[in-house]
């Protein structure tokens, strides 16, 4: 079938379903409109590409296969599968769950197709965004991840979805570590060579994404196998995982265990995805006890330092100049996790801060300087001082270690703190419709309140198109004189912004 492809978004809009040729075959997509702003009026969204095999059968539990070409014309008008299954429970964001094997798949949107990708020379800027939800959950099908104000500002911008929990991340005796990893990798080279096609400039990729995410995009930055694959990194609330190996390995024996099967490809392969999900979720639940070790390591479900694809942790990496020529902006909200202590405040009231402080991983010699660092934070009572050793301990702290591991490599850092209606904090999640400027989608008054100011969202997203465009967004950098910017109403610029976190360095 021909390709029918046109010069413009003018030209384009003739046809409702522009197609364009990848390298596996034709994709047919949609015109839509961006809204608000004054840039591109139009999005072209093609939805659930395959850009590998989908992972079932023997392929469940192996390195992502490149998709092999299809004949005819691919229609794209809907998200592919995803590999969230059912309602989670966890996320904030509106991210459903889509049934189907085809997991590996990417979304595109572009607000103009080049006539000829191979003549033009000028294509647009392009953003690959990463989902979080803990490397267990979440889902790219969100319609708060729909570029099309991305588009309207001139940046192409692609979503990914992958293997999550077990299957993406669990040791298997005989499978090749780091599946999930490896579908990040598989995505970025596809994007490497397909997305001139769509208008973006694969020598001009940043690579974003919110917490678990936040932390794929720095696990990318750290390795050296993917440093071609990408030339600038934007982490919202990057939750690192840097899963052990001798760890990773002890929790894939015991899920076997809890099975009855081999830790194998065949042991676990003859399972259905249910049982290993069920395995997986009991394996998991935290039972109310010391907080300290998830603290302080996360779940054992996420990127794995292997000694392959990953050589050592991160910020090992980081110390050792990889990633060191990439422009990287990073930042959390001030109070990511203080929610999860809201039906505990009774409860807490009655705990001396001393024992509060330990059960969160807080040593002796730091709780002192800490409590005077945050005595604004302890004034409003236990479950916000809890929230906030939370937040600091899982987000804030690592921010400070990584501009310092970092050294003199080119590091931009922010906090956000505009406060929700909802929560009267700034909680995890919150930035993320600022940083895509979606703030009249769907299920933003559980998470922001009503009426979030369309001002702030114009700086957060703005200053995310002068990165993805730029290599700059618009502050000083942090390796110079420590300043941050502080997104908030108004927004600032403040000399070492993360200070109340320091003691948790120090101790």
């Known amino acids: 079938m021909e390709n029918t492809q046109t010069s413009s978004v003018a030209a384009d809009a003739v046809l409702a379903q522009p197609e364009v040729r990848v390298a596996a075959g034709v994709v047919r997509g949609r015109w839509r409109p961006t809204t608000g702003g004054t840039g591109n009026p139009q999005s072209a969204a093609f939805l659930g590409i395959p850009f590998a095999e989908a992972p079932v059968g023997e392929l469940r539990f192996a390195a992502p296969v490149p ?39 990417v979304n595109v949107y572009t607000p103009a ?25 979440g889902s790219p099908a969100s319609p708060w ?14 979503t990914i979805s992958y293997r999550l929990g077990f299957d ?22 596809w994007v490497q060579r397909n997305i001139a096609a769509f208008g973006g400039d694969p020598a001009r990729v940043t690579i974003a994404g919110q917490s678990a995410g936040g932390g794929a995009v ?23 995982a840097d899963v052990s190996a001798a760890r990773s390995e002890e929790f894939g024996r015991r899920l076997a265990a809890e099975l009855g099967v081999a830790p194998t490809r065949e042991g676990l392969g003859a399972l259905s995805e249910e049982r290993i999900l069920e395995a997986q979720k009991k394996l998991t639940a ?70 509060l402080l330990g059960k969160l991983g807080v040593a002796k010699p730091a709780r002192k300087a800490y409590l005077a660092a945050n005595a604004d934070v302890q004034a409003l009572g236990k479950a916000r001082l809890a929230g906030r050793v939370l937040t600091d301990k899982m987000f804030r702290r690592a921010i400070l270690r990584i501009v310092a591991d970092r050294g003199a ?62 290599g700059d967004p ?22 070492d912004a993360y200070a109340s976190v320091r003691p948790l360095l120090e101790a």
């Not at 033009?120 to 267990?136: E, K, Q, R, S, W």
């Not at 720095?218 to 690192?240: C, D, N, P, R, W």
């Not at 769907?442 to 009426?451: C, E, K, Q, R, S």
């Open 67 to 105: 998709k092999a070409p299809w004949e005819g014309v691919f229609d794209a008008a809907e998200f592919g599968a995803t590999a969230q299954r059912g309602d989670p429970g966890v996320t904030l964001i509106p991210e459903p769950s889509v049934e189907g094997d085809s997991t590996l798949n």
């Open 409 to 470: 490599a080119p590091t931009w850092v922010y906090r956000f703190s505009w406060p929700s209606v909802t929560f009267g904090f700034a909680e995890h999640c919150l930035d993320v419709p600022f940083f895509f400027d979606c703030l009249d989608g769907p299920a933003m008054v559980p998470l922001a309140g009503p009426n979030p100011p369309q001002a702030l969202a114009d700086e957060v997203h703005g200053a995310a198109v002068a990165f993805i465009a730029g």
């Open 286 to 355: 935290f039972d109310g006890g010391d907080m300290s070790d998830i603290v302080e390591n996360g779940l054992p479900l996420g990127p794995s330092v292997d000694g392959d694809l990953i050589l050592r942790p991160t910020p090992d990496s980081f110390r050792a100049g990889v990633g060191s020529d990439k422009p990287l902006v990073l930042g959390a909200t001030d109070d990511e996790f203080t929610m999860a202590m809201g039906d505990a405040a009774k409860m807490l009231r009655w705990v001396p801060t001393g024992m």
């Open 218 to 240: 720095m696990t990318l930055l750290g390795m050296e196998k993917a440093q071609h694959l990408f030339h600038g990194v934007y982490a919202i609330s990057g939750a690192l």
């Open 113 to 137: 197709i080049p006539a000829d990708p191979a003549a033009d020379a000028t294509g647009m800027p392009v953003l690959v965004y990463i989902h979080g939800g803990g490397y267990f959950a």
């Open 474 to 495: 618009g502050w000083t950098r942090y390796d110079r004189d420590g300043v941050a910017r502080v997104f908030d109403t108004p927004s600032r610029d403040v000399r």
């Open 145 to 158: 991840y729909d570029g099309r104000n991305f588009n309207r500002d001139g940046v192409v911008t692609v």
């Open 168 to 189: 993406g991340f669990g040791w298997i005796e005989d499978a090749p570590s780091n599946r999930g990893v490896r579908d990040w990798l598989l995505a970025l080279e």
